[in-house]
């Protein structure tokens, strides 16, 4: 998989359009992940990642537009609708709600793979994140790997602070337990979530962080947990 330059999640109800996408990216050396409907499109996103996500507005269980709300929330992920829409008010509204291009059915493959090309080449290079960050009263210090809460420093092991520092590298959106446990205890361990539990409930106690009402960090059952920003 060394080759492939990058995943993309095409989310369409056609499998025709999906059959002719994957064989035209795959062609031009992208792997490409399919889905039928926006829940498995967002499920898709959330597990799997990809680089970019190719999206249908007219999908049977929701609007495309809520998909790409949906998909803010916890990504920044680049999204290039796909539709037979072209109203320029449908343009407006799939922009406005996240979108980052938008491309009318029928297409042309060569214009499609330079519209891929752009998105990928403007994500390739992200802002690193500051050496410190900074989310309302909580301050990591990435370099010195020093903490503190309104000033007052937080003294933590080196799980409980790399475990905080991806989550306020990524804070307000969610971070998956899978993404947690492979960024902090390494892929061997992507299905041991009692980890989590155990040192998320430490984390919270040292800068006294009620998990009933948290200042922090947000638990999302059964998906992750989220670095709230003021």
């Known amino acids: 998989m060394s080759d492939v330059l990058a995943r993309i999640l095409v989310i369409d109800d056609e499998a025709q359009i999906r059959r002719f996408l994957r064989i035209a990216l795959?062609?031009?050396?992208?792997?490409?992940?399919?889905?039928?409907?926006?829940?498995?499109?967002?499920?898709?996103?959330?597990?799997?990642?990809?680089?970019?996500?190719?999206?249908?507005?007219?999908?049977?269980?929701?609007?495309?537009?809520?998909?790409?709300?949906?998909?803010?929330?916890?990504?920044?992920?680049?999204?290039?609708?796909?539709?037979?829409?072209?109203?320029?008010a449908e343009k407006v509204a799939a922009l406005d709600a996240g979108a980052d291009d938008y491309v009318t059915k029928?297409?042309?493959?060569?214009?499609?793979l330079a519209r891929v090309r752009a998105l990928l080449r403007a994500r390739a290079a992200p802002d690193a994140p500051p050496a410190v960050i900074e989310v309302g009263e909580l301050v990591v210090d990435q370099a010195r790997h020093a903490v503190s809460v309104a000033g007052q420093p937080v003294h933590l092991t080196r799980k409980e602070f790399e475990l905080l520092r991806h989550l306020a590298v990524h804070a307000g959106r969610i971070v998956t337990h899978q993404q947690l446990l492979r960024a902090v205890w390494g892929k061997a361990h992507e299905r041991d979530t009692h980890y989590l539990r155990v040192f998320v409930g430490q984390l919270r106690q040292k800068p006294g962080d009620d998990p009933a009402q948290?200042?922090?960090?947000?638990?999302e059952p059964g998906v992750g947990y989220r670095l709230l920003t003021p």
């Open 214 to 219: 948290p200042r922090f960090i947000l638990n």
């Open 106 to 112: 029928p297409f042309g493959v060569a214009e499609l």
């Open 26 to 88: 795959e062609a031009n050396g992208y792997a490409v992940l399919e889905a039928a409907d926006g829940a498995a499109g967002l499920a898709l996103a959330a597990t799997e990642r990809p680089q970019l996500v190719v999206l249908d507005l007219g999908l049977p269980d929701r609007d495309g537009k809520a998909v790409v709300r949906a998909l803010r929330e916890w990504s920044a992920v680049p999204v290039l609708v796909l539709s037979v829409r072209e109203a320029e």
